[in-house]
Each structure stands twice: as C-alpha cells, then as structure tokens.
C-alpha cells in the first residue's frame, strides 16, 4: 500500500476549559512571567531535533518520533504576526485508541491500535498550519510513513483545538507465487515401414515412413540422420506428414543408395512447447536444458536398408 504524501485530512475538537478550572491547572506554576511558547521550548529551536532518539522504534516501520511544525498564517483581516515552531517528540507508549473513553471509534476503530505521538501548546489566538513529519532513530524523514500537514486551523481564545494527522505508511510489498508442477512424457515409436523393402537397388528411391504417438498430445518434431554406410547420393528428405485418426503422426522421407551397401538411418522424434519468448515450437528437452535440467525427451530407432549393384560403376550419375 502507498504513502499519500499529501497527508489526510484531520480532525478538530474544541475543548473549551472553565476559568477556574484553568486556574486550578495553572496555579501551581504561576509564580513568574508567562512563558511564550519559544520560552517553553527554549531546548528545543525552532527547526532542530529536540530529542536524542534512543527510543524503541515502532515495531512495523522504522519511525522513532514526529516531527511537529507550526506556522502561524493569516486567515482573515486579523493582526498578524509571523511565528513558526519546529519540535520533536516520541512515539507513546500507549496505542490509539487505547481502550479511552471519548476517541474510540473516533475515527479509530476501538480494536485498532496506532502508534502516535503528541505535541501539546499554548499559542496566540490565530490562524495556523501544521505539518508533521515521521522521523527514524536517527532523527532523518521516515522511509516508512509520509508526511501529513493541515491549513487554516483556528486557535481559539480560552480553547483548544484538538487535530488529529493521520501519517500514512507504506505497506510491505507482497505478491504472490502459483506453482504448477506438470507431467511431460517422451514421444514413442509406434512403426518404421518401408513403402517397398527393406531391400532396393543402387540409384532408386529408398521411401521410408516413420510413425510416433505422443502421450501428451504435444506437437513432434522428426530428425533423420545417417548412422553408417557408403555416402548417400540423396540424403533423407521429407516427403510428407501426417496427423493420424489416433492422435500419432507420420513422416515418410526419400532416400537414394549412391552404391551398393548396407546404410543405417535413424529417425528420432522429439516433443515440443512454445518458447517463453514466443519465437517458436522448440524441443522440450531444450527447454529443460536451460533451466537447468537436462534430461532428454525424445524416442528413437536406428535401422539398416541395403542396396544392391544395378550394373552401374562411378555413382548414380552414370550411366547403368
């Protein structure tokens, strides 16, 4: 989930106090001047850090403290007089809405449990902006939780405004794996047929069919190699291909005997997929290769044909 950096929106309360009651408060303290609200917090100046972050860090994010900035800004006609303060203050120990009468449900939720700090200050009445922003241990902007601000606040003589920033964070990056784990089986031979014999002369047509099934319907791709014998006048070429009622496939190839001998051909089927990179049909034993496990997925037969002499001498290209 991603940071709205551009803060949420806030919520106010005025809480309006009785004079005696303020007075009762105050009264303990009250013995020299009142103190401005630089003077409170004099160990504190305005854009610095004003405390050693030694604290424990919130267990979800590295925030340690927030940051608080007020600015004072004028709103309407009224007098005004620039003023800005900057404090640091810890993450509570206690959670919002911490099981208090009065803010559960408002907005948290009375099960929820926020990490928070709290800045709270005497000011002038006025107009004013907050900004807060969450820092780490170290005392630099969170990486975590984005910074949150509001305008136009009104400070009240005799009140306080309560605002609650919301600091949203960034969520872990989570994602997920589907793993489908499939069979593949190897192609299997089903017949080599001679369309004649296995027997021809020198110099004629050698015409061979291959059939192989595969088990899981996957196309095939055939390869025929000479193993053995005299030099093919005609190396092995295909003829034709062809799809069976029964799911296997047929290739026959033509071959011509350069002089009389035993030659040996194999036929080898191979499986197919397409490749990851949509180029193609490739040899699934290829596939398998490249990601590292090399095991064949093929099925083959070697096999002899012979020839014998037509009278001719000096090849196919003289005369009988």
Same mark, same amino acid.
């Given at each position: 989930?991603?940071?709205?950096?551009?803060?949420?929106?806030?919520?106010?309360?005025?809480?309006?106090?009785?004079? $005696?009651?303020?007075?009762?408060?105050?009264?303990?303290?009250?013995?020299?001047?009142? /103190?401005?609200?630089?003077?409170?917090?004099?160990? #504190?100046?305005?854009?610095?850090?004003?405390?050693?972050?030694?604290?424990?860090?919130?267990?979800?994010?590295?925030?340690? /403290?927030?940051?608080? *900035?007020?600015?004072?800004?004028?709103? $309407?006609?009224?007098?005004? &007089?620039?003023?800005? %303060?900057?404090?640091? *203050?810890?993450?509570?120990?206690?959670?919002?809405?911490?099981?208090?009468?009065?803010?559960?449900?408002?907005?948290?939720?009375?099960?929820?449990?926020?990490?928070?700090?709290?800045?709270?200050?005497?000011?002038? =009445?006025?107009?004013?902006?907050?900004?807060?922003?969450?820092?780490?241990?170290?005392?630099?902007?969170?990486?975590?939780?984005?910074?949150?601000?509001?305008?136009?606040?009104?400070?009240?003589?005799?009140?306080?405004?309560?605002?609650?920033?919301?600091?949203?964070?960034?969520?872990?990056?989570?994602?997920?794996?589907?793993?489908?784990?499939?069979?593949? #089986?190897?192609?299997?031979?089903?017949?080599?047929?001679?369309?004649? $014999? *296995?027997?021809?002369?020198?110099?004629?047509?050698?015409?061979?069919?291959?059939?192989?099934?595969?088990?899981?319907?996957?196309?095939?791709?055939? /390869?025929?190699?000479?193993?053995?014998?005299?030099?093919?006048?005609?190396?092995?070429?295909?003829?034709?291909?062809?799809?069976?009622?029964?799911?296997?496939?047929?290739? @026959?190839?033509? &071959?011509?005997?350069?002089?009389?001998?035993? +030659?040996?051909? *194999?036929?080898?089927? +191979?499986?197919?997929? #397409?490749?990851?990179?949509?180029?193609? %049909?490739?040899?699934?034993?290829?596939?398998?290769? /490249?990601?590292? &496990?090399?095991?064949?997925?093929?099925?083959? %037969?070697?096999?002899?044909? +012979?020839? =014998?002499?037509?009278?001719?001498?000096?090849? @196919?290209?003289?005369?009988?």
């Amino acid at each position: 989930m991603k940071a709205n950096t551009a803060g949420a929106q806030p919520r106010f309360r005025l809480l309006p106090f009785l004079g $005696s009651l303020m007075l009762g408060l105050m009264g303990p303290i009250a013995c020299g001047p009142t /103190a401005t609200p630089e003077e409170q917090f004099s160990r #504190h100046p305005a854009g610095q850090t004003g405390l050693a972050l030694t604290l424990r860090v919130d267990e979800e994010t590295d925030v340690a /403290a927030i940051r608080f *900035k007020i600015d004072r800004r004028q709103c $309407s006609d009224e007098p005004f &007089t620039p003023f800005s %303060l900057t404090i640091d *203050k810890p993450l509570e120990e206690i959670r919002l809405p911490g099981g208090i009468p009065g803010l559960e449900n408002m907005p948290f939720d009375s099960w929820s449990a926020h990490a928070f700090a709290d800045l709270f200050v005497t000011l002038d =009445a006025g107009c004013y902006d907050v900004t807060t922003q969450p820092l780490n241990a170290a005392g630099e902007a969170s990486e975590d939780c984005s910074p949150a601000s509001s305008s136009g606040i009104w400070v009240n003589d005799g009140q306080t405004t309560e605002v609650l920033l919301i600091n949203q964070c960034w969520g872990p990056d989570r994602g997920a794996i589907d793993v489908i784990s499939a069979l593949n #089986h190897p192609p299997e031979l089903v017949e080599v047929v001679f369309e004649d $014999s *296995k027997f021809v002369y020198q110099c004629t047509d050698q015409v061979i069919c291959a059939t192989f099934r595969d088990p899981d319907g996957d196309p095939l791709e055939f /390869a025929w190699t000479q193993e053995g014998g005299p030099a093919l006048y005609v190396a092995p070429e295909v003829l034709s291909t062809t799809p069976n009622a029964d799911g296997s496939i047929t290739q @026959c190839i033509r &071959t011509v005997a350069q002089d009389p001998g035993q +030659y040996v051909l *194999k036929v080898t089927a +191979y499986d197919l997929l #397409h490749a990851p990179d949509g180029s193609g %049909l490739i040899r699934i034993e290829d596939y398998l290769a /490249a990601g590292g &496990t090399p095991f064949p997925s093929n099925d083959s %037969l070697t096999f002899p044909f +012979y020839a =014998a002499s037509d009278g001719r001498t000096g090849g @196919c290209d003289a005369a009988p």
